[in-house]
Every structure is written in C-alpha cells, then in structure tokens.
C-alpha cells in the first residue's frame, strides 16, 4: 500500500479525465477506484468512475485490477479500504501499481469533493428511471427504537 488519497486528490484526477458519452466521468485506464462496499450500497451511490467488487470477493477477483497504473479503495469511513489497499498491494501482479486508500471514505467524498452518483437504474425496485431512490426504495429493517 501506498498510503491515503484526500478526497479532492481524487476529485482532481477524475476532473482530468474525459467525459463518457453517458454524461459520467470516464476514468483513465490506469485509475482504478475500487468500492469494496456491498452491491446495494454501492448502487444507492457511489464515487464517479468507481466499480464495485465487495470486499468479501476481493481476493478472488483482485486479477481483475492487473495491469492498473493506480488504485484507489474506498469505504464508508476510509478504514476498510485501508486493508483492501494492503490486500490489493500484496499480490503479484499488481506490484507496479500504485495502490492507495481514500482518506475518510465516502463520508469525506461527500463532505469535501462531490456528490455521490447512483448505479443506472434498469428496473431496479426502488429507483426511478434515471437511478434516483424513490420513497418506497427498501433501506433495510427499521430500528428497533
């Protein structure tokens, strides 16, 4: 691991990168952010140009990230990804990578460098159209006070 990325390092690097024909942020082919939160979660939002590979299925999935000049993982408050960044950083094949976790998570994306986007929705329930969470969009169980 390389260390930590401050969210408007990162918000700075995606700026550089051209627009897709999608209206988001096409990320350049060396920079990899990864969001090793559940599906769900990722899908409600996310860091533009982010994919989403869980962190219970990156060890088998970490040869997707082969080939990356850099890495960035994300989590919610920037601690897990610390070790995703460790994990990623330690198999061969990914040595010449840079790989470097967000300082704070997505909790600091949000507070000091933009928006999260939601995953496009394609029927999804709980989503408009467009992706947008609706009213009767299911946020899990209710608390019990």
């Known amino acids: ?10 918000a700075a690097l995606l700026a550089d990168g051209d627009d897709d024909q999608n209206g988001g942020t096409r990320v350049d082919d060396g920079l990899r952010i990864v969001d090793i939160r559940d599906r769900r979660a990722f ?9 989403c590979i869980p962190f219970p299925e990156l060890t088998t999935r970490v040869a997707d990230l082969e080939g990356a000049a850099r890495i960035v993982t994300v989590c919610p408050h920037g601690v897990a990804s610390r070790q995703a960044a460790q994990l990623i950083g330690s198999y061969a094949g990914i040595e010449d990578a840079r790989v470097e976790s967000l300082r704070g998570g997505i909790e600091a994306w949000e507070r000091d460098a933009g928006e999260l986007v939601p995953t496009a929705a394609d029927g999804t329930p709980g989503t408009d159209g467009e992706g947008n969470l609706t009213a009767d969009a299911d946020e899990g169980p209710d608390a019990p006070f």
């Not at 899908?43 to 994919?51: F, I």
């Open 1 to 10: 691991m390389d260390g930590e990325i401050d969210p408007d390092e990162l």
């Open 43 to 51: 899908d409600r939002g996310h860091v533009p140009g982010s994919e």
